[in-house]
Nanobody, 115 residues
Framework: QVQLVESGGGLVQAGGSLRLSCAAS????????MGWYRQAPGKQRELVAVITSGGSTNYADSVKGRFTISRDNTKKAVYLQMNSLKPEDTAVYYCNLSFLQRVFWGQGTQVTVSS
């Protein structure tokens, strides 16, 4: 049973920073992709950033240069450092893990950026 637990969300003023963490537990194949998605009210869930077990990354254009994704394979954890936050970054952020055609989601953590 694979579980993902996020932490680090909260309320921050525009221009501020937050760091999200996601810890995975259970039986996880060593070759995998971990990432972050977000869903704002009334909008579809969208990719924010992903990182492979080998360290390759991909970012949404809207967060490039502001957000940094990283991971610690020994801890089965993925992180999202979010800087220069904007009100449009407000959303529920979900951790995602995929391997061998299986996909797992965390419960989500709220990020609210006030103007």
């Amino acid at each position: 049973q694979v579980q993902l637990v996020e932490s680090g969300g909260g309320l921050v003023q525009a221009g501020g920073s937050l760091r999200l963490s996601c810890a995975a537990s259970g039986s996880i194949f060593s070759i995998n992709v971990m990432g972050w998605y977000r869903q704002a009210p009334g909008k579809q869930r969208e990719l924010v950033a992903v990182i492979t077990s080998g360290g390759s990354t991909n970012y949404a254009d809207s967060v490039k240069g502001r957000f940094t994704i990283s991971r610690d394979n020994t801890k089965k954890a993925v992180y999202l450092q979010m800087n220069s936050l904007k009100p449009e970054d407000t959303a529920v952020y979900y951790c995602n893990l995929s391997f061998l055609q299986r996909v797992f989601w965390g419960q989500g953590t709220q990020v609210t950026v006030s103007s």
